[in-house]
């Protein structure tokens, strides 16, 4: 394998990993930000992002003087060993959701501005971020050289597992107009020994909404198979583990929830949904898995009031409840588009009294910005502790799939409560040691639940 010289352009979650694994594979690897405190706090070695095993590579990686930060794109350029050239530019900047769900792209604009006309001929430019399909061709458009090859290779990390899906991927997509340029491209991986998909640059990046949008599917049509589940007496456990066993269905991204969150999915399916829109098509099954998943927040509130008032049109008025967890998913302290927050929002316009607790929001813990935890989140008072968010409550709201809810001491949860009702829309505590604690377990499409009805 050629160790290549590559400049990553952002050290956000994405470029911080990229560039941290890709010189764990023997690549050089320089890291330009624009947020020079940011910069200064990597070279130091802290690392501000929770993900496993990041801070340890970056650590190890620039101590084996594979690594290194810089400022700006341009301080990049100048910073491999001997004043050699980069040979790839991968770029990592944000590109968010703006209006009508079209990505803004000013971030990747200013980097070519600001490097385009210095990169040596024959580098390469490979678009990481999730873009709207037609950005490669609009890069190469922006930089207006023959001699630069634009690539577009996608990343497919989940949070919490980052560095373990670049390092052992099910796949490694790269698509470019330059066959010869995307081959390049593909050997930086070689070592991973992964199936690699080599393409044009519009299937490349069509390729990871279509693998997000069908993963939101998947957790859409569970969430509803719950619910119907609860109409005809069934079990959504028992099904899902049952139509798991197909192997062209699998077992993954099963787990009903109270609805799918997080940085990528929601972005994603509503932009490839405005991709669709701008191409003429109608795509409803798409829409239908967006509206599926905004019902869903609905559908737990609608939950909690009958759990809690015994009628479907109840108020919730001054009613007190517990939320445990509010980040997106277990095992990070992301709240971008959290289903947690979006129900907590519809439960204080209902005139619930809230109180949350998190595991990531503890003292002690380390947060995303390197600052103490904060005293509440989104206008909801953070508790030190599941018992005391409980105190009180008129019902105890699990909302995320944090481990260390399944162990919790239910049997003093129950003594702080003021009415033992426990509403699991992640189906993880176990509804026997719910029970035998005297509280009542009411779950998603669990049989034998007894939603609390009317
Ligand atoms: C996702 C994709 O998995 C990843 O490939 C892509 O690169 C970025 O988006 P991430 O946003 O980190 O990763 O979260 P993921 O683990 O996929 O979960 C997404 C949402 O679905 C979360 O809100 C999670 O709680 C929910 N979920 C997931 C369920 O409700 N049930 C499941 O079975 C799995």
Known sequence: MFARRVMVVGTGYVGLTTGACLASLGHE?????????KVERLRRGVVDIVEPDLAELVAEQTSAGRLSFVVGAGAALGSFEDGR????????????????????????????????????PGTVVVNKSTVPVGTAARTAELLERTDVAVV???????????????????????????QDAAERVAALYARLGAPTVLTDAASAELMKYAANCFLAMKLSYVNAMAELCERVGADIGDVTEGIGYDRRIGQAFLSPGPGWGGSCLPKDTHALLQ????????????????????????RIVDKVRLAVTGKRTGSLSRVRLALLGLTFKAGTDDLRDSPALAIAALLRQAGAELVGF???????????????????????PLAADAVSAAQGAEAVLVLTEWPMFRTLDWSVIATAVK????????????????????????????????????
């Open 29 to 37: 690897v320089v890291c330009a930000d624009i947020d020079a405190a």
């Open 85 to 120: 050239p980069a040979e790839v530019l991968f770029l990592c900047v944000p590109t968010p959701m703006g209006a009508g769900g079209v990505a803004d792209l000013r971030a990747v604009e200013s980097v070519i501005e600001e490097v385009g006309a210095e990169l040596a």
């Open 152 to 178: 577009s290779n996608p990343e497919f990390l989940r949070e919490g597992s980052a560095v373990k899906d670049f390092l052992g991927p099910d796949r490694i997509v790269v698509g470019s107009d330059n």
């Open 275 to 298: 991709v669709a829109d701008s191409a003429d098509f109608e795509f409803r099954l798409l829409r239908a898995t967006i509206d599926t998943n905004t019902r869903q927040r609905q």
């Open 358 to 380: 998190d595991p990531a929001f503890v003292e002690g813990s380390k947060n995303r910005d390197g600052a103490a935890p904060p005293t509440e989140i989104d206008g909801v």
């Open 419 to 454: 009415r033992p009702i426990v509403i699991d829309t992640r189906n993880i505590v176990d509804p026997a040691t719910l029970r035998r604690a005297g509280l009542t377990a009411v779950g998603l499409g669990r049989r034998g639940d007894g939603d609390i009805a009317e």
